[in-house]
């Protein structure tokens, strides 16, 4: 017969030397290795539990101690076993403990006339895995519930039927100021600034029909202070404890419209500037520019000193005229580039 070669270290808490021996001769059948230790009290098994002297890989748990039972020994053992896989031995058959159990922790329930080799290896192996999987999930969730907690952008969750939060990070409730509390009893209409928020269903439809799909809006959103802000959305659907859900992602952008207005606005002021410049200021310096020309062909019986003081305003006014052609030339291109942002 072929056994299991692998080396398992089994707690067996069980004040009965039968039972205990019959549980070694069940595992020794399918089992070479099988290191199996007896507690007989929860005392001595609360002791070793406490400071091990080396780690098990599951605990069977008779549910009648002599110095406690039922619920309350449960409830210790599974706090002392840490992630440890327990499984509970009674004599008992007992329908609705046994479901009580199982929602408590246990891994399984096993009734000592039902035992044989197969149920009992079967039983450890399965529990063994079991409890892998079930970390591997808790880790998971962990790690989602890790970056949705730490992201420093507001994040929830709500019902898409009802609209409803169910789940809000802290980024989102320092935000908008609005406790833990007080955001489970809004929906997200309540967010937006009164009449806008008629539509929310239109904008859930393809999300709802195409799970995959990812949607980017920017909506207005009110604070609890009455603030009003515009924020950049990203919807995803996301199962949530059996509910059709929405994971959001928001982006407050306020500041940044704001700092795009008011570089708008300084770019319409300097082109406004240009123009007044190579428009209204280039007339005047053009007749200047004129005038110098005349007077320099009619007066040519000027004196020297006076030539040079003629040389001096027409070289001040190509200046001047250079100085207003650079203006009008980069006025020119921030209007080429606003164009191409448009």
């Keep these: 017969m072929h056994k299991d070669k692998k080396a398992y270290h089994i ?9 205990f021996v019959l549980i070694e001769e ?36 008779d549910l009648t101690l002599p110095d406690l039972s039922g619920e309350k020994l449960i409830v210790e053992i599974l706090e002392l076993a840490g992630d440890t896989p327990v499984v509970a031995l009674t004599g ?5 403990f046994t479901i009580k159990s199982l929602s408590l922790g246990v891994s399984d329930y ?6 044989t080799p197969t149920i009992l290896y079967k ?35 709500f019902d898409a039927d009802t609209l409803k939060f169910l789940s809000i990070n802290q980024a989102a409730i320092n935000h908008y100021g609005y406790s833990e509390e007080e955001f489970l009893a809004l929906s997200i209409a309540d967010l937006r600034p009164k009449g806008e928020s008629h539509g929310i269903a239109k904008e859930l439809e393809n999300l709802l029909l195409d799970p995959s799909s990812v949607q980017k809006n920017v909506f207005r959103h009110l604070k609890k202070s009455g603030e009003t802000i515009t924020v950049e959305t990203t919807y995803k659907r996301l ?23 008011t570089i708008e606005k ?41 030539k040079k003081l003629m ?8 200046e001047l005229d250079e100085i207003i052609r650079e203006i009008s030339r980069k006025s020119e291109t921030i209007e080429h580039l606003d164009k191409n942002e448009d």
């Design 26 to 61: 069940y595992l020794a059948e399918n089992i070479l290795e099988a290191n199996l230790k007896q507690i007989e009290t929860f005392q001595a098994a609360r002791k070793i539990l406490q400071n091990p002297p080396g780690k098990f890989d599951l605990i069977f748990l």
């Design 110 to 115: 096993l009734l000592k006339d039902e035992l």
């Design 11 to 19: 707690l067996v808490i069980e004040d009965n030397f039968g039972d």
């Design 92 to 96: 008992f058959s007992d329908l609705d």
């Design 239 to 261: 199962p949530f404890n059996e509910r059709n859900a929405m994971l959001v992602i928001i982006n407050d952008i306020t500041d940044r419209n704001r700092h795009i207005e």
């Design 266 to 306: 300084q770019n319409q002021n300097l082109m406004e500037i240009a123009w007044i410049q190579s428009h209204v200021v280039r007339a005047p310096l053009a007749r200047l520019l004129g005038l110098v020309n005349l007077l320099d062909t009619e007066t040519s019986d000027l004196n020297a000193e006076s």
């Design 311 to 318: 040389g001096y305003i027409r070289d001040s006014a190509g």
């Design 123 to 157: 039983t450890i192996v399965y529990s063994i895995q079991r409890k892998k999987f079930t970390d591997q999930i808790q880790r998971s969730e962990k790690r989602y519930s890790d970056l949705f907690q730490l992201s420093p952008l507001p994040m929830w969750v």
